[in-house]
């Protein structure tokens, strides 16, 4: 089989392997047409992951037809239309069993190591998917591979920073970053919130959340945005989607008092200078997540189905699995919002 390696630091390689193989009975081989490339794929790319080990095949993203399954997989079967979860999970320790799959003792991320133990992701012919029965659903009938792509992960983040944050309606919600996660979250509030305020400093990511319900704005003009969307009071819900330092900072300032700062973007920082007396005085709530597939999938395909939200939009480029390399370069780049290599 064809497979994308990370074989050093900002060094992908496309060569032959031999093809993936069931390991245990709860595995699944799945034939990918479709991988994502993701905004997380790009630490390890630029050797910021610590322990990663070079070799691993990335893609956390994946749908493709299932070609062999174990004999403990019931769940799905050969020739289906599947996407995956991005992390596993086994479904029987002591976080699953109380509904926390995200933090599974057992979890990987696929295309991910050091963080987790390895295992190889979907940019890739085929694929090796650990517990089946839950890493992998069908896609229904009326949703594009395209589409079903973004139910692997970044819909579900985008989603739980909503979720989570309890936004309802008729609030003000603020998403910092539109990038593809934040891109997500704009489209899960955009049918709820009264007021969507989109920042960004690039004119084609503020574009395409204007496309998708959003007012966007620069991030020098989103104080006063926020100003006049809620008649001072400040937001609702601020949705921090870009993992940086200074959005961080800025969410507090947006929140209005008793309002929810809702964190999706990835942040790795050891310490951040939490103003308790802000928190306090405001009663602020903060928030995390990482986003649950297995908890989310089913409702947003059928949001999909109903045509009631759209991803695609964000899927800007599409490219062979065998331009890789030019592939993680232009989407390192920003000349690509969101890419799927697909294979023949
Ligand atoms: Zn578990």
């Known amino acids: 089989m064809k497979v994308v ?9 496309v060569e032959d392997a031999p093809d993936a193989q069931l390991q245990s009975d709860d595995d699944a081989i799945v034939r990918v047409t479709h991988s994502a490339i993701c905004g997380a794929d790009l630490l390890p790319y630029h050797g910021y992951t610590p322990g990663f080990e070079f070799g691993t095949i990335p893609g956390h993203e994946f749908v493709g037809e299932i070609v062999a399954v174990g004999d403990r997989v019931t769940a799905v079967k050969p020739g289906m239309r599947v996407v995956n979860t991005s992390m596993t999970s086994d479904g029987t320790c ?3 069993r109380a509904g926390r799959p995200t933090q599974c003792e057992n979890r990987s991320l696929f295309g991910y190591s050091g963080v987790y133990p390895r295992l190889d992701g979907g940019q890739a012919e085929l694929v090796r998917v650990p517990f089946a029965n839950r890493s992998l659903f069908e896609v229904p009938e009326g949703v594009t591979n395209e ?8 819909l579900p983040t985008g989603f739980a920073g909503v979720r989570r944050a309890g936004v309802g309606f008729g609030d003000v919600v603020v998403v910092l970053g539109c990038g593809p996660v934040g891109l997500m979250s704009i489209i899960s509030s955009a049918g709820t919130a ?8 690039v004119a084609e990511r503020r574009e395409l959340a204007e496309q998708l319900g959003a007012t966007a704005v620069s991030p020098d003009d989103a104080p006063a945005a926020v100003e006049r969307a809620t008649a001072g009071l400040g937001a609702d819900v601020v949705i921090e989607a870009s993992g940086s330092v200074p959005a961080m900072k800025g969410a507090f300032d947006l929140a209005r ?3 929810v700062v809702s964190v999706i ?3 790795f920082e050891p310490d951040f200078p939490l ?3 802000t928190m306090f005085e405001k009663e602020l709530t903060l928030v995390f997540s990482v986003g649950d597939p297995s908890r989310d999938r089913e409702r947003l395909l059928a949001g999909i189905q109903a045509g009631s939200i759209d991803p695609s939009p964000v899927l800007t480029h ?5 331009e890789a390399q030019e592939a993680y370069r232009a989407f390192d780049a920003k000349e690509m919002t969101k890419v799927v290599l697909t294979t023949a």
């Open 265 to 267: 973007g990835a942040h």
């Open 5 to 13: 390696r990370l074989v050093g630091k900002e060094q992908i390689r």
């Open 257 to 259: 008092p008793q309002g």
């Open 318 to 322: 599409s490219m062979p699995l065998d």
């Open 194 to 201: 009264r007021t969507v305020i989109a920042v960004d400093g």
């Open 147 to 154: 589409q079903a792509v973004f139910i692997a992960d970044i």
């Open 94 to 96: 002591r976080h699953c």
């Open 275 to 277: 103003n308790n007396g």
